[in-house]
């Protein structure tokens, strides 16, 4: 068969060619990559993995979410003023490979029928949210009723129906907030920058960061208090790595005592600790002993980041006599302006219930954002200290 004009065999490639041709673009993105490897602004990609909660970015946790905004949505809409609400605890919880926070909230109504409709409120919202997300009652006294509420079977929140005309102790003294910032040493920008805003923050620094040693020097020509962010093993380890210096339950004790006192070098100045992570070796009691018996040696204090429901940390450290104290709020496990603005109320709520509160952020440009944006607010209706301040 004849060939048709116009058409013909088409040519093969030369390898040699086309790697000539490809050069300079693959040379380009080499170049890029390196920059933005070593380049100061590339900061996130220094960075480690924060606590162990942001690594549980699950379909579970996005219910959450829509619950926590669903709840806020109906006590707006039902009337209930921010002095009748009461978030009594926010407990890191561990079950079947998820993680997730379970919420405690005291609500104050002003009569049976007033909670009663709150509640039917609640329910109607939440049923909205899908067949996964329900509200169970469950009636504790004629004054007061509390509804579990569940997101695929886990239990996430505790909410508290009061009528009890239940009213904070009066206190000749705003409440009295703690803020601690985890984690620095490995964002050249975004660390530095907490320094600018004019609250008396905590620094809580890792000890190998690139710049760890940076950050330790400008706390102490600032005079802010210094922390060592202690990394601990975590319970999905190592899928989960808390870093160089880190304390494992393999350890024996003299290898503790020798990573500790080197990770304790690293930052001139430390006042405390508390854990990095840790969801495993907090609630190892043996382990934990001999960090807080050291601690304790040195005159140091221990806050408990409490990264899982079952630590042992604030308990053992009360034990021995050790200054402690624990985190009830983390202010940004979800980044999303909405989320944080909850957490921070929450930290609020908490301080106004219990009188004092500690709450953790990290490094992220919303974080520092959210701080800027209720400083006004925290430094007119609270007290705001040192974390070393608040211990007991």
């Known amino acids: 068969m004849k060939k048709r004009k116009g058409t013909s065999r088409k040519k093969k490639i030369n390898p040699i060619v086309l ?15 390196l920059y933005l490897i070593f380049s100061d602004n590339s900061d996130t990609i220094l960075s480690p993995l924060y606590e162990e909660i942001y690594s549980s970015a699950t379909s579970l946790n996005e219910s959450i979410e829509r619950i926590d905004y669903t709840i806020y949505e109906s006590l707006y809409e039902s009337g209930v003023q921010e002095k009748d609400i009461f978030f009594l605890s926010v407990q890191p919880r561990h079950q079947n490979g998820h993680v997730w926070e379970f919420s405690e909230i005291l609500i104050n109504c002003v009569d049976n029928q007033f909670a009663l409709n709150l509640r039917e409120v609640i329910n109607h919202e939440l049923k909205a949210l899908g067949k996964g997300i329900r509200l169970k009652r469950e009636k504790i006294s ?190 940004d496990n979800n980044l999303a302006p909405k989320a944080m603005k909850i957490q921070m109320e929450r930290l609020l709520s908490m301080a106004r219930y219990l009188g004092v509160a500690i709450g953790i952020g990290h490094p992220y440009e919303e974080t520092f954002r959210l701080l800027k944006q209720y400083s006004s607010k925290i430094k007119n209706e609270f007290q705001i200290v040192p974390v070393s301040e608040l211990l007991g």
């Open 19 to 33: 790697l000539i041709i490809l050069l300079p673009f693959l040379a380009c993105v080499v170049l890029l990559s």
């Open 142 to 331: 004629k004054s007061r009723t509390t509804c579990h509420v569940f997101a695929k079977d886990f239990l996430t929140h505790k909410i508290i129906l009061s009528v009890d005309d239940f009213q904070p102790a009066i206190r000749d003294f705003r409440p009295r907030i703690a803020i601690i910032i985890d984690d620095l040493g490995y964002n050249s920008n975004t660390d530095f920058s907490f320094f600018e805003l004019d609250l008396p923050l905590s620094f809580s620094v890792l000890p190998y960061g690139p710049f760890t040693q940076q950050i330790v020097r400008k706390a102490n020509e600032e005079g802010c208090e210094l922390i060592l962010h202690l990394p601990m093993e975590p319970k999905n380890y190592p899928t989960a790595d808390p870093g160089p210096g880190g304390l494992f339950c393999c350890m024996d004790e003299k290898k503790i005592r020798q990573v500790l006192d080197q990770d304790l070098r690293q930052i001139t100045g430390v006042q405390g600790v508390n854990n990095h992570m840790g969801s495993s070796f907090t609630e190892d009691r043996e382990k934990m002993l001999i960090v807080l018996n050291e601690l304790k040696k040195r005159g140091l204090f221990f806050i408990d980041s409490r990264t899982t429901k079952g630590t042992v940390g604030l308990d053992l450290a009360r034990e021995i006599g050790l200054p402690a104290a624990r985190r009830r709020v983390f202010l």
